[in-house]
């Protein structure tokens, strides 16, 4: 089995910055893409950045150049370094992983999401 752990969260006044960090742990292979999420109150859970294992880098329009992805695979984790944060970027974020496991599946994994504020 495999957990996926974010942290980081928290209340934070626009324009100010806060970094995400999600732990993946367990028995597996190989972790793939990486990935960062986020689901505001009524709205659709949308993808905000991707990371695959040799670096590429996705970012959705209304983060770009704002947002951050970076991973550590040594230590199987992903980071959302988020600066001049919006309100509109309040959600509750989550880490998704696609994972290879020792039954030879591959599965996307998600964590339990961290509540993001952004209120002056």
């Known amino acids: 089995q495999v957990q996926l752990v974010e942290s980081g969260g928290g209340l934070v006044q626009p324009g100010g910055s806060l970094r995400l960090s999600c732990a993946a742990s367990?028995?597996?292979?190989?972790?793939?893409?990486m990935n960062w999420y986020r689901q505001a109150p009524g709205k659709q859970r949308e993808l905000v950045a991707a990371?695959?294992?040799?670096?590429?880098?996705n970012y959705a329009d209304s983060v770009k150049g704002r947002f951050t992805i970076s991973r550590d695979n040594a230590k199987n984790m992903v980071y959302l370094q988020m600066n001049s944060l919006k309100p509109e970027d309040t959600a509750v974020y989550y880490c998704?992983?696609?994972?290879?496991?020792?039954?030879?599946?591959?599965?996307?994994?998600w964590g339990q999401g961290t509540q993001v504020t952004v209120s002056s």
């Open positions: 998704n992983a696609d994972v290879r496991t020792p039954d030879w599946a591959r599965t996307l994994y």
């Open positions: 367990g028995t597996f292979f190989n972790i793939y893409a």
């Open positions: 990371a695959t294992t040799d670096g590429n880098t």
